[in-house]
């Protein structure tokens, strides 16, 4: 039977890699993706299900751990942040190259310098060419069931990607909040047992990830690509049978308040419930976009979402230094590419700065003032210390 | 939606009593939240944590500014940080003091409960949280008693679990008793 319970967000991913029977786990700890791995170990150590843990020396290692273990056709996954997801750079590639669905928990963290254990979205945007889906949370529950989902997506066989699963880092992972913990057989129905295609076995001989020359090399590249598309319409389907089984679902993106807003804020992962609040508490009239899948990009549904908007502001949790806005914001100008709305964007919380309703409330007025065609800057910095400068 | 901010120094546990106030609450059948500031907790250091409660799932993520309740674990805070900062003047500050009165810079009621004593009676440790959330359980009826005993069962191991009950039970009626 499902149970609500109340934990921190850590142990809600504990919670759903113990229901997806994940055989392998390989994991270095870092701050604040931590009390994740502890708490798989603890559950391993006391029986609550069976799977081998592979203490490694370093992410790198943790990922080469993953892919290793994902080779032989095992369900695997680690968790990392920040200075352990760069680390993990390398291998990345590697992962998604030889088609494995391994699924990553990322606790979304700043990057050094200066050394900051708090919470943004750098880390998992600079990776965003990897060859990794990605989904970003908005709450503790949503990142259990993203887990769950994120089995589904990876291991279809129109798909074999990894995906990393971003919750923000201490926003999320060190809250206790309500989380229904779903039942396990219900998990195994909607989460058939991994068949890789490709697994490695001794009588049937076969080389991964070896030479690909310029012969071959772009049919690699290209039939990445093919599968990230089909990730698109497999996500949607893997949400919509989750809503089904689960009796709740979350779609790739979210739209609240959008019926006829021409103003609408687009933003992705926890900061979600805040701006959710603010719009209430003032009564306004504008949307909010929350793109939960970053990779593939949604390109059809945010354009469909944003047929009706006349001025977007895109408030994120990174910033693409040397081009002066974050990536979403970029991304959002290629997609809606042609059109006239205009996209302005918020660079808030870099290094957990604290994102306010107050944040928020300024983020909406710049926009409707654009919307009454005033002159406004076109990127903000919420909350930033212009004297400290 | 009532928010409560903890005021606590590093090894003194407020980030678990923010926690155990949440679960308390979700045991009483409410939505809640807690959270800590994100410090590099060192032992010793100020630390703050927050808690919410709710009829309603929680969406607001952000610190508390305007708290509805403040729970000062260490009186040597009151002189470092203004533990009162925006604290509404229909809310209430308890303080773990010694002192039958304190003066706070709030037009809140301000509380106070000797929780170091009751900890160092029953627990034998000056680790105040269990106290101090018993004491907030009997001031502000926002938690039941038992659900709070509840969480700290929850929480820790058999033994200790049943000392820090002790202490919350201590604090309880000792804060009843001054109502």
Known sequence: MPHRDVMHGSRAVAEAVKLCDVKVIAAYPITPQTHIVEDIAEMLANGEFDAEYIMVESEHSAMSACIGASA???RTFTATASQGLALMHEVLWIASGMRLPIVMVNANRAL????NIWNDQS?????????WV???VETCQEALDSVIQA???AEHQDVLLPVMVCMDGFVLTHTVEPVEVPDKEQVRRYLPELRLPHALDPEHPVTMGSLGDPN???ECRKQQEIAMEHALRVAEEADEEFRRVFGRGYGILEEYNMQDAEVVLVTMGSVAGTIKETIDMLGSDVGLLRLRMFRPFPKEAVRRALRNAKVVNVIEKDVSMGFGEGALMTELKSVLYGSDIRILGTVAGLGGRDITTEHVRQAIERAERALRGERVEEVAWAGLKEEAL | MKEIRFHGRGGQGAVTAAD???MAAFFDGKYSQAFPSFGTERRGAPVTAFARISDRFIRLRSQIYEPDYIVVQDPSLLEVIDVAAGLKSTGKALINTEKSEIKLNTEAEVHTINATRIALDVLGVPIVNTAMIGAFAALTGEVSLESVIKAVRRRFPEKLAERNVRAVEVAYEEMEAKL
């Not at chain 1, 050094?112 to 050394?115: H, K, L, T």
């Not at chain 1, 880390?123 to 060859?131: H, L, N, Q, V």
């Open chain 1, 72 to 74: 032989t056709g095992a």
């Open chain 1, 112 to 115: 050094s310098a200066p050394i």
């Open chain 1, 123 to 131: 880390d998992s945007i600079a990776e965003r060419d990897s060859g």
């Open chain 1, 134 to 136: 990605q989904l970003y």
């Open chain 1, 151 to 153: 089995y589904r997506i």
């Open chain 1, 216 to 218: 071959y090399y772009m």
């Open chain 2, 20 to 22: 155990l106030l949440a």
